[in-house]
């Protein structure tokens, strides 16, 4: 029996080593676009730094709910201009890695026609899904450290006054989110046969759930609607730090679909 587990996990680290590093590249691809964008940001507030008074007073002629939006509190505070300009709009592009790794798990490979290949060594359903998803998890950790190492050495580059700690907490605070709406896109992958479907389920959460947060922070007649939005439990970790409570929560969610997938995978057929 113990040979039996220890081999059980063997073929799943086997499977995490190769899915990472068939994502290889991908995280160095995604890394270096999203931290070139932030480092560009970062490097511009030493320009904007001498004006930024000036642009807080025309932004007081905009409508209150506008800014709440935007996440826009004081542009003179490099924190908040990274938040507004970079990492409240960043889980909407970063969340496609996880999205497309998943559904490309299961769906993407029935499709390609090489999910028999994978099932036909002594692979169980389960490792194919826990171990997918696990590899995703740790590739996506890879290209937030790519952005943040960009994000922060542009700033001591530059000597703009954004530590360390903040850009940790920044980049780190948009695994839970994008991780979220990977788990959905795995439990997609798992119920549906067609990549597509696995694509736009998470997909239109994703959107629909940044607009239901944005539109509840611009108007206090939708504010209500914010805590059905997984964005209402993002913040701004720049500024304020992360909330391990939402963190560990949004997390915790993500697993729960990884962990509905499986059952779900088991109980389907395949198309070869």
Same mark, same amino acid.
């Given at each position: 029996?113990?040979?039996?587990?220890?081999?059980?996990?063997?073929?799943?680290?086997?499977?995490?080593?190769?899915?990472?590093?068939?994502?290889?590249?991908?995280?160095?691809?995604? $890394?270096?676009?999203?931290?070139?964008?932030?480092?560009?940001?970062?490097?511009?507030?030493?320009? @904007?730094?001498? =004006?930024?008074?000036?642009? /807080?007073?025309?932004?007081?002629?905009?409508? #209150?709910?506008?800014? #709440?939006?935007?996440?826009?509190?004081?542009?003179?505070?490099?924190? /908040?201009?990274?938040?507004?300009?970079?990492?409240?709009?960043?889980?909407?592009?970063?969340?496609?890695?996880?999205?497309?790794?998943?559904?490309?798990?299961?769906?993407?490979?029935?499709?390609?026609?090489?999910?028999?290949?994978?099932?036909?060594?002594? %692979?169980?359903?389960?490792?194919?899904?826990?171990?997918?998803?696990?590899?995703?998890?740790?590739?996506?950790?890879?290209?937030?450290?790519?952005?943040?190492? %960009?994000?922060?050495?542009?700033?001591?580059?530059? #000597?703009?006054?954004?530590?360390?700690?903040?850009?940790? /907490?920044?980049?780190?605070?948009?695994?839970?989110?994008?991780?979220? @709406? $990977?788990?959905?896109?795995?439990?997609?992958?798992?119920? @549906?046969?067609?990549?597509?479907?696995?694509?736009?389920?998470?997909?239109?959460?994703?959107?629909?759930?940044?607009?239901?947060?944005?539109?509840?922070?611009?108007?206090?007649?939708?504010?209500?609607?914010?805590?059905?939005?997984?964005?209402?439990?993002?913040? =701004?970790?720049?500024?304020?730090?992360?909330?391990?409570? /939402? @963190?560990?929560?949004?997390?915790?969610?993500?697993?729960?679909?990884?962990?509905?997938?499986?059952?779900?995978?088991?109980?389907?057929?395949?198309?070869?």
């Amino acid at each position: 029996m113990s040979a039996k587990r220890a081999a059980g996990r063997g073929t799943l680290l086997a499977l995490v080593l190769h899915t990472l590093r068939l994502q290889s590249r991908g995280v160095l691809v995604w $890394g270096a676009a999203l931290g070139l964008y932030s480092a560009v940001v970062v490097a511009s507030f030493v320009t @904007f730094e001498g =004006s930024a008074e000036q642009l /807080n007073q025309l932004m007081e002629a905009y409508p #209150e709910g506008l800014l #709440e939006a935007f996440g826009i509190t004081d542009l003179a505070d490099v924190r /908040n201009y990274m938040h507004s300009q970079v990492f409240i709009l960043a889980p909407l592009a970063l969340a496609f890695f996880p999205i497309l790794a998943s559904a490309n798990a299961i769906a993407g490979a029935e499709e390609r026609g090489t999910i028999d290949v994978l099932l036909g060594n002594p %692979l169980p359903r389960w490792q194919l899904v826990v171990g997918s998803f696990t590899a995703t998890a740790v590739s996506l950790l890879g290209i937030l450290a790519i952005v943040g190492l %960009l994000t922060w050495g542009t700033a001591v580059l530059f #000597e703009v006054d954004l530590s360390l700690e903040s850009t940790v /907490n920044a980049v780190l605070n948009m695994w839970p989110v994008c991780l979220f @709406f $990977g788990g959905l896109a795995m439990l997609g992958s798992a119920l @549906f046969h067609r990549r597509a479907l696995a694509i736009a389920l998470p997909a239109f959460v994703l959107f629909a759930m940044y607009l239901v947060d944005a539109i509840g922070r611009a108007s206090e007649d939708l504010e209500d609607l914010r805590p059905y939005s997984v964005f209402y439990y993002y913040g =701004s970790a720049i500024e304020n730090g992360i909330d391990w409570a /939402n @963190f560990a929560g949004v997390t915790g969610v993500a697993v729960l679909f990884v962990a509905l997938a499986v059952p779900a995978f088991r109980r389907r057929d395949i198309y070869t």
